[in-house]
């Protein structure tokens, strides 16, 4: 688990436990959710 855990947050990750790491794991799904349900209908994007 910790060479997965350097590759995606660094070197500073030596103090991480299994309950951070599912706290953070937690934290990062309610956040995707609340960027998936975002409605974009109402604003114009320019993309290339």
């Known amino acids: 688990m910790q060479p997965a855990l350097e590759s995606l947050l660094g070197k500073q990750t ?3 436990s299994t309950n951070s790491v599912s706290q ?3 934290q990062w799904e309610e956040e995707y959710d609340q960027w998936r349900k975002f409605d974009l209908s109402t604003r114009r994007y320019a993309y290339i």
């Open 14 to 16: 030596n103090g991480l």
């Open 24 to 26: 953070l794991k937690q």
